[in-house]
């Protein structure tokens, strides 16, 4: 580990500024419209001053236009807006093509390659204010941000709105879920971008919707679209620090979107002081849809860590004292049967409902599966005190994050769980009142160094405190980021429930290894999740970051418990094995409950074999909400994993081995679904088939309705291949 920090360092170094600043003017001569293309020269952006000196930016891929000509510019509060009365004043260019690893990821080494223009501009009648727009074209895409150098007439500022347009060239078919300033619990629809205002009131109808966009309409990002004649275009943003996210305002009689910031509680968008920047606005590209999910340019759009020792962060495949809260009907996160209770109460006088599930007896069971099928962790939720009356009041002291309940017992766990070489894995639910949060950071970081947790996972359910503050808004993003960093002086990794969704910024805080911010597993409990859901994801949520989705049930048919719900889970069992791949994250969750996984220990094996972190990662087929199969290679072993799902329909799923490695021969074990399978059927039908394979094979393999299919292939002796038939 050690080892691999040093070489990130010195390839950094090695960065290699392989042209630069070929063209440097003075104002005078500053021609205002300015082009550079992307290394392969497929995409071309043009950058111009058009009358009254309003900044516009277009981009065309192979001659097509993905983005028409569109304005850039911010309103300020009380101050003259930075939109129009520019001149360029500067422009320079530069080529960058360098490499670099990340600690943890879906590739051992990540190619940065883009030529980039800054753009200065000067507001002649404003005192010469400046600000400089910066492009860096990648193959893959564009991104973009605004930077405000310090100045002596730009120090600080508050923005009213940003003004950033992406006019799209048609009314593409897009992947959608509406704009919310508090949640991305939605499900997705698809439909053309003109006829989102019509669907936009049934989409928002849903459980957890919290704060849905009433000023305009407007939808979320990672934003994923069609357009007729093939493109894929992603629209998201990187690198959000200080700065509120980004929500799209969606004009569908022009098709085009612009930038909406989430708001704080007296409505202003962002707080600045110069020097300073935006996030990167991004546009990822290209005729492939499989390009699409193979694209790094949100990280790379990224800094690089400046934590010094990263050799504490590490994959974490783990189980979790969890998904029998949602289903089974036995347990509960609460402990007492009270409901009006308050953080000082005495809570050993409570009374016992007799169904609390974070006993020290309960926990005890999950560490001794954990330990015989070689997971690093177990998470522990309602352990703390405070779940009587946790959720709804807006409350802001629910929880401490270091009272356990009588029935939990710290020490005891400790030993047992390090005895047998499993962490057990923290939870800080923190109902959203991240105010007391942060009063008692350090103190729960601490108990959690004191009792061997390593990592944590929080929580940010409700309505946040401080109070008119959104989950996406400017001081919950830097939130989130100082919980990370906080966190990182404890050497504690975080997986975060309920924050703004990701932007590439675990390269800058690598030990924020995961997170929610979208639909998950626990919401097939609920109203359940539409079969092509997960083959939408990979577009649009996971476009940020990796993502805690809680895989792995195995019982998909929620009437077994006897609790009167007739839920399902809406996939095949082998679907939720494909999950391991499809869904890239370092952190991955067996989410079932141990009893379903030793009914079949068959299946099993592949969640216990699978890796979570990679040398290379092979997109071999994919297309947003219909299907997605994809190969890695597992972190420094001759290991490579397939998954492939598909969204109601029944497919055939095309994996070509040409991955591996020429002329060596590999056992792949092949996880099917069974002929007569489909996930609201028969579900727990499968077959699993070892065969030889070779760089030349191929495979054809049907997939259930909502099914999948997952493969592990390693390398096999003499006697281990003897008798296996060829693909
Ligand atoms: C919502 C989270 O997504 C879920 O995983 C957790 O169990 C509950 N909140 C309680 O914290
Ligand atoms: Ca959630």
Known sequence: MIMRFKNSLSLHNQTKLLLALFFTCASVLVASAQTITSPDKNLTLKFELTANGVPSYQLSFKNKPVIKPSKLGLELNGLPSLMEGFTVTNTEQQSVDNTWEPIMGEQKTIRNNYNELLVTLTQKEQQDRQIQIRFRVFNDGVGFRYEFPKQENLKYFIIKEEHTEFNLAGDHKIWWIPGDYDTNEYAYTTSKISEISQLIEKATHDVHAQHPIKSALAIQTPSMMKSNDGLYINIHEAALINYPAMQLNVDEKTFRMSSHLTPDAVGNKGYLQTDAQTPWRTVVVSDKATD????????????????????????????????????????????????????????????????????????????????????????????????????GNWKEEVFDFVTPYPDFNVKELKKYAADKGVRIMMHHETSGSATNYERRLHGAFQFMADNGYNSVKTGYVGKIIPRGEHHDGQWMVNHYIHVANTAAKYKIMVNSHEAVRPTGVHRTFPNWIAQESARGTEFESMSGLAPDHTTILPFTRLMGGPMDYTPGIFQT??????????????????????????????????????????????????????????????????????????????????????????????????????????????IATIYADGKDASYNENPQSYNIRKVIVTSKSKLKQQMASSGGVAISIKEGSKAEMKGLKKL
């Open 557 to 666: 048919d929620l009437s077994y418990y006897g609790t009167g719900s007739d839920q399902r889970v809406n996939t095949t069992l082998v679907k939720q094995l494909a999950y391991y791949v499809t869904m890239y994250s370092p952190l991955q969750m067996a989410a079932d409950l141990p009893e379903n996984y030793e009914r079949f220990p068959d299946a099993f094996q592949f969640i216990k074999d699978v890796a979570v972190d990679w040398d290379n990662t092979y997109v071999l087929e994919a297309e947003p909400g219909d299907y997605v199969t994809i190969a890695r290679k597992a972190k420094g072993k001759n290991e490579w994993y397939v998954g492939g799902i598909t969204d109601e329909k029944v497919r055939t799923a095309n994996v070509s081995f040409d991955f591996l490695p020429k002329g060596k021969s590999y």
């Open 292 to 391: 699409i999910l193979a694209s790094n340019l949100i990280l790379n759009l990224n800094e690089p860590t400046k934590y010094k020792d990263v050799s504490w962060i590490k994959p974490v495949k783990y189980i979790g004292v969890w998904w029998e809260y949602f289903v089974a009907g036995k347990s509960t996160w609460a402990y007492g049967t009270e409901t009006n209770v308050k953080l000082d109460d005495d809570h050993t006088q409570l009374t016992p409902s007799g169904r609390h599930g974070a006993t020290t007896e309960n926990v005890k069971k999950y560490v001794d599966f954990a330990a015989e099928h070689g997971f690093d962790a177990v998470l522990v939720e309602g352990w703390n005190v405070g779940w009587e009356d946790w959720f």
